[in-house]
């Protein structure tokens, strides 16, 4: 069975809550825009495809739950409800420019339709076919990047290979498949992984317990590290990649991702080891030039002082079925803290840019990639 973050059919939505995983299996409804923002908000869903996705179709079953009740007088009225809602769910999170895209779009969308509808169903029905398409599209499009990286790789390292990975870019952080997750599924698909390690990703977690929980399900043979292991790791192991995903690639190919992916692209330079951004190109932004442009999310400073899992009473012990997480004090009291949700990665240190379309290279003796022209090209 394939885990199943998002959970919708038309007029009823759900989500794995990623706040009690890997603990605790438990879908929380999703009625309106005001529940998708503060799941969003809250991290019960995160990662970048997912939260836009989410986002999306918060709004849509609010709008079919409405059906019925005539609740605007015109297409105009329509319009006007769904622009603002899509303004209030932008506010949700900053960094990942996937809810701006998704917005966008489907705001033209509904502009467009309200010019010549006369009722304010056309243009409900329009946003809300919009909306489901997006979930569609995104599983295609991850599995192309999952293909796309895959092949790319092994033209470069032609044996099986061992790879690293960040976060999490997984079925949990997507409509489903993955990202970079996505490659690690297909190499392992094609018999042509060795083996995969990922990082804790301190402060969230998202590699111990969301990346992990995904590789462990999917039997893929698999080993965790914390994010300070990651250099003697390169210098002991073969390892052909880094991949990782991408909340928001600037047009020269700067890459915003989980804190922690510069430091790892650092090393994996140290190490001519290849490292692999993937990036459906929703979650490029042509109209950022470069990543100092790129609006870098800080959170709470309790995510970085506390730990968040299942109490157990000796180190050896694993829990037991469903148990609640609880939150545990682990820096000292009064201590300062900085916690930017996302570094930028310059293009520099990227080797290739995996998208649904294809593979992004530099040009001989470039430092930066041209997404504008590749998109353009496919
Ligand atoms: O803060 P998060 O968990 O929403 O961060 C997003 C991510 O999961 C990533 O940084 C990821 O690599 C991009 S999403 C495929």
């Not at 932008?90 to 006369?118: C, I, Y």
């Not at 109490?311 to 900085?338: C, F, M, T, Y």
Request: proline share 4%; glycine share 6%; aromatic share 6%.
């Amino acid at each position: 069975m394939t885990l199943e973050a998002i959970r919708y059919n038309r007029g009823s939505l759900s989500i794995l809550d990623q706040l009690r995983l890997p603990h605790q299996t438990t879908y929380v409804p999703i009625k309106n825009s005001q529940d998708g923002h503060a799941a969003i908000k809250t991290m019960q869903v995160r990662g970048a495809p997912a939260i836009a996705i989410v986002a999306a179709l918060s709004l849509a079953v609010e709008l079919v739950q409405q059906q019925g009740t005539s609740p605007f007088p015109d297409a105009a009225g329509a319009v006007k409800f769904i622009v603002a809602s899509l303004d209030y769910l932008k506010t949700s999170r900053p960094t990942a420019v996937n809810l701006f895209d998704a917005a966008k779009k489907l705001q033209a969308l509904v502009e467009r339709v309200g010019d010549r509808a006369t009722t304010g169903e056309e243009v409900v029905d329009a946003y809300v076919a919009a909306a489901e398409q997006m979930l569609v599209d995104d599983v295609k499009d991850n599995q192309n990047i999952g293909r796309f990286g895959a092949e790319w790789l092994l033209q470069q390292a032609p044996d099986k290979v061992q790879v690293l990975t960040h976060c999490n870019t997984g079925s949990l952080a997507t409509a489903g498949w993955g990202t970079a997750l996505g490659i690690i599924r297909d190499l392992h698909k094609a018999g042509q992984l060795k083996h995969a390690y990922c990082t804790e990703t301190r402060p969230y977690n998202q590699g111990s317990r969301l990346t992990a929980y995904e590789l462990v399900y999917e039997s893929i043979p698999a080993t965790l590290i914390c994010d300070n292991m990651a250099s003697a790791l390169m210098q002991q192991q073969p390892i052909a990649a880094v991949v990782v995903g991408a909340d928001r690639v600037a047009a020269n190919g700067d890459t915003a991702n989980k804190i922690g992916t510069y430091q790892l692209a650092i090393v994996a330079k140290h190490h001519n080891v290849k490292f692999i951004v993937t990036a459906p190109s929703t979650s490029v932004d042509l109209n950022t030039a470069s990543g100092k442009d790129i609006h870098i999310e800080q959170r709470k400073p309790n995510e970085v002082t506390t730990l968040t899992g299942a109490v157990i009473q000796s180190i050896d012990e694993e829990p037991k079925g469903d148990v609640h997480s609880q939150l545990i004090r682990v820096a000292a009291n009064g201590i300062g803290v900085w916690n930017p949700s996302f570094d930028v990665t310059p293009a520099q240190l990227i080797s290739a840019i995996v998208t649904e379309v294809g593979v992004v290279e530099k040009a001989e003796g470039s430092d930066v990639f041209d997404m504008k022209s590749f998109l353009t090209a496919h």
